[in-house]
């Protein structure tokens, strides 16, 4: 049986199993064995019986800037247009479906930042298995600091839950953060369930019977929050990647103003008209938020600072060391202190040491050993 068949089987058995407390167990452990058929679907072994396919590896695309911005669709949504309106740079348009055949990039100039953006090919039903170069689209959107699923205001809204499948199958959780999970393997005294949640979803006979799939008869497993079976199968295949979303909405100038109305209301979505250039700087506007970086500006001695190019630091690396290593991986050889000008500091120069927590638009001096 191939493991596509038996994918479909255990999602048939799933279908047919009723959701409630002394089924939570066989439930638990069929979405163990749907999780490894679809790793073991994504990462095909090598060997004689691999029927071709390697592993599921993205278009060779150079990340270039400080942060990168895939573009993900079914064909024909504008995703070309956009890329094209935002970048300059030129992704073939035309009036029939699969113009784009390959991954093309471009790069937007925001705030001193490069941000990078891909126009991916437009992916279909079953992406995630394998079809219509869907593992190489997914492949890449993995290496994204930021997705944006590029709709058709006109099509209907199952497109966007079909895309939300298919990138799930490949171990993508869209504006999730990682769960409140923590487990552990141990040498003997098989598994342990803790928790401070009063009722939780997760039961010790459910854990279990997820570990036993995995052949883990050993764990601690403590729960920071109620989390569901998905959850701690996510935590044990320990491959997921957790990237924030934007839901571009194109084609605007088709619909009223009424369901305009309606749409901006919804939480992560920004309607725009590639076309037309509607919206199109609340757009990366909106990026630049959900890219989570700060800037930094370098001051040499006795000069001003240089606010044309600054470096830029995500979120959460932002230390002073984080700013050095930024720069070149030799500079904490040589450091001494370096003096701050901004926000996180008192005083306006502080001296400072390697582990200070910079702010946007900082301003740093180093001073290296004699």
Not at 59 to 78: C, H, T, Y
Not at 110 to 137: F, S, T
């Amino acid at each position: 049986m191939s493991v596509m068949q038996k994918i479909k089987d255990i999602e048939d058995e799933m279908a047919r199993t009723q959701k409630n407390k002394a089924t939570s167990a066989h439930l638990g452990s069929l979405k163990a064995k749907l999780a490894k058929l679809r790793r073991e679907l994504l990462e095909p072994s090598t060997g004689a019986g691999a029927g071709g396919g390697g592993k599921g590896e993205g278009f060779d695309v150079n990340k270039v800037g400080d942060a990168r911005v895939g573009l993900v669709g079914f064909p024909s949504v504008g995703k070309s247009t956009l890329l094209t309106k935002l970048t300059g740079t030129m992704s073939e348009v035309a009036a029939y479906e699969f113009t784009t055949l390959t991954c093309i990039p471009g790069v937007v100039h925001y705030r001193g930042a490069k941000i990078q953006m891909l126009d991916l090919p437009g992916i279909i039903e079953g992406a995630k298995d394998g079809k219509g170069r869907g593992r190489q689209v997914i492949s890449t959107a993995r290496t994204c600091n930021v997705i944006l699923i590029v709709l058709d205001c006109l099509k209907p809204i199952s497109h966007k839950k079909l895309i939300e499948k298919e990138l799930e199958g490949f171990g993508i959780r869209l504006n999730k953060r990682p769960p409140g999970i923590t487990f552990r393997r141990k040498d003997k005294g098989g598994v342990s369930l803790t928790t401070t949640i009063s009722e939780p979803k997760l039961d010790l006979d459910a854990v279990k019977a997820v570990c036993s799939e995995y052949r883990i008869h050993n764990a601690d497993v403590h729960l920071k929050e109620d989390c569901d079976v998905d959850d701690l199968v996510d935590v044990i295949e320990g491959s997921r990647v957790y990237i924030p979303c934007i839901y571009v909405l194109n084609k605007i100038d088709q619909i009223t103003m009424e369901e305009l109305n309606v749409i901006d209301k919804l939480p992560h979505y920004c309607p725009v008209c590639a076309y037309h250039e509607w919206n199109l700087d609340g757009l990366v506007e909106m990026i630049w938020d959900y890219i989570d970086v700060l800037r930094i500006y370098t001051k040499p001695k006795g000069k001003l600072p240089d606010y044309n190019d600054p470096v830029v630091l995500p979120n959460n690396r932002r230390t002073l060391e984080d700013f050095c290593n930024r720069i070149h991986k030799g500079i904490m050889k040589q450091f001494k202190y370096a003096l701050v000008w901004g926000t996180s500091v008192k005083h306006k120069p502080q001296k400072v040491g390697k582990d200070h927590v910079l702010d946007d638009e900082d301003i740093v001096q180093i001073v290296k050993k004699i």
